[in-house]
């Protein structure tokens, strides 16, 4: 391997880290971070990448990723529920912003297909930037956040038009414009072939990979449906980028949308800051120093712009002022399509280097303010409000009310593995008429549940991704049936670090996992070792004449004394959940000292288990006592039962210490 590559690729996460942790704090999007790391390691900064082709090629990965993410995160069935704002609304925005931009330009001494051209880039959003911030506010399945979003993607599939009107547009004239257009049809023949074919192969392709439970085998499907898209779309003469947000787009059909965004979103990361440290790579320093009024005069008339524009396009959609205001505001930057569309225009001449740089200057100002200049929106209308509106605008504001969010209820149940318990759940939930939706692997199951109607999808629990799809910031109970005790325990960490509020239920097997996922944050674990026998005793105690309330009132004493035992445990040793979370590999246990075993009458100190096996003692529960935070004095006995947290060695060694001598 080429280590000067290395290096370059260490320089650009090495900067990155210090400017996500600053854009973090001052609440800019990520996206800002990546061009300020081009912009310092780039040739007009400290000159740190020498070589940026290397760079550019890991920047279109990215580009595939990023497109082939928003595809899934959007739906075809979404769209076209938004088509009447997306569609004049759009279509309004891109038209009126193309022709104000075009005269501004034109009056300010550019020449006709330059404005043009230049219209043509700002007429873009930023999708990412959009969600982003959107996400962060938790309104992304609001009206005026569907709305904008609509539009934003009705502007990224403008895009493939607009570069086939660049060669025309730079004066190339029907020489060059019938053969791209002979190209176009060509390519949309292909890509109606593949349309139509990845709708019929793809969910069954996907449902028997999902079927062979393998989370590799599914990945690489994935990532081949993606890539393979864009390649098949890119031979026939469009782009890349299309042909990833086409595959994404198919995808976010099927019942696996969930499960493959969660794949594909840490390369999209990775890869994606590539292509924003590449274009922040070309933005002149000292370019925007010398030009610092102009430039910032620039930002504002943009976002003003671009914001009276989208206010005034999605007036036909009927709207609140609201609602007209925040998708005003929310389309109010530069987005990423524009500067793949800048490609192509400097190739033709185009875009010069001075307007280039004014171009680059602008799009990431834009977006850097774009959180701050979204939330003005209440403020905004607060003062809109108070001017001498059309009486028409004012009864509208005062008759619509806003339209409740699509997605899971509020106070939802959420039931992770749909199971035989997990059925059971959700048939308790349905005769009360509690809202409840569950996640299940089993594509099968999905399958067949889906048919009978019920609000299941594919997914593994472990990534937020597919948590979030399920609503668990809204939710008010997790219920999590699935066996497997390490999932269980990772599904329950990280719903209760997405949710602080909601109750978690966990199933487990043995008794020895319920306390570590007690500490992890689960309310209540049912252990089915416990029950079955609590079960066993009740059916025992049938047999002979005890009363059946005696019978009842002996298990439920039972069960009530070792959950809260399991309880008490947790409570006072509060630490357990900080170190199980932030020490990926800690395993936290239980396990009874049995009479004979070699540690019985020792004292910690003298059994050594932290330097002979890296296992702490956290705590001691001796009868009705607990021994919280034991020092290497306190002697273990025979019946204790120990909490130990083994720091990733396992304790296949460390067993026989409190086990029963073998006799003999």
Sequence with gaps: MDTAFLEQILIIFALSIGALALCHRLKMPGIVAFFLTG??????GLGLITNRADVEILAELGIVFLLFTIGMELSLKNLLDMKRGMLTGGVLQIGLTIGVVAVIASVLGLAPPEAIFFGMLLAHTSTTVMLTVFQHRGEVDT??????????????????????????????????????LVNFGIGLVLLGIVTVSALWVVPRLLYRVANLRS??????????????????????????????????????????????????????????????????MLLNTGFFVAHAPLIVAIIL?????????????????????????LTGLAIGQVGEFAFILSRPGIEYGLLSPNLEQIFLAASVGTMTV?????????????????????????????????????????????????????QHVADAARSTKIPYIAIELNPKTVRREREKGEPIFFGDAIHEEVLSRAGIGVARVVVITIPNAATARQVTAIARKMNSECAIITRTRYMEDSLSLYALGADDVICEEFETAAEVLARVLIKYPVPKIEIDRLVASMRAERYEMLREASEQVPSLRDIELHLESAEISIIRVEDGAPIA??????????????????????????????????????????ILIDAGQGDGGISPLFRRRPEG
């Design 143 to 180: 009206p005026p956040v569907r709305l904008a979003l609509g539009i934003s993607v009705l502007q990224d599939l403008s895009t493939v038009p607009m570069i086939l009107f660049v060669p025309m547009l730079a004066g190339m004239g029907s020489a060059g414009l019938i053969p791209s």
């Design 370 to 422: 774009a959180p701050f200049v979204i939330g003005s929106a209440p403020g905004v209308t607060a003062i809109a409000r108070r001017l001498p509106l059309p009486a028409w605008l004012r009864a509208r504001d005062q008759s619509l009310k806003e339209a409740p969010a699509s997605g899971p209820e509020r106070g939802h149940v959420i039931i992770v593995g749909f199971g035989p318990m997990g």
């Design 39 to 44: 912009i310092i390691a780039g040739p007009y």
């Design 301 to 325: 008339g943009v976002i003003v712009v671009k914001a009276i524009i989208g206010a005034v396009a999605v007036l036909p959609a009927g709207v609140s002022l609201r609602n007209i205001i």
């Design 215 to 280: 989370r590799e085998l599914f990945m690489i499907t994935v990532i081949t449906l993606c890539l393979g898209t864009a390649w098949l779309t890119s031979r026939a003469g469009l782009s890349l980028a299309l042909g990833a947000f086409l595959a994404g787009l198919i995808i976010s059909e099927s019942e696996y949308s969930s499960a493959a965004l969660s794949t594909v979103i840490p390369f999209r990361d990775v890869f994606t800051s590539f292509f924003f440290v590449s274009m922040g």
């Design 601 to 642: 009458g020792k004292t910690l100190a003298e059994a050594d288990l932290r330097r002979g096996y890296d296992v702490t003692v956290l705590a001691i529960r001796r009868g009705a006592e607990m021994l919280a935070a034991p020092d290497g004095g306190t002697v273990i006995e025979a019946g204790d039962l120990c």
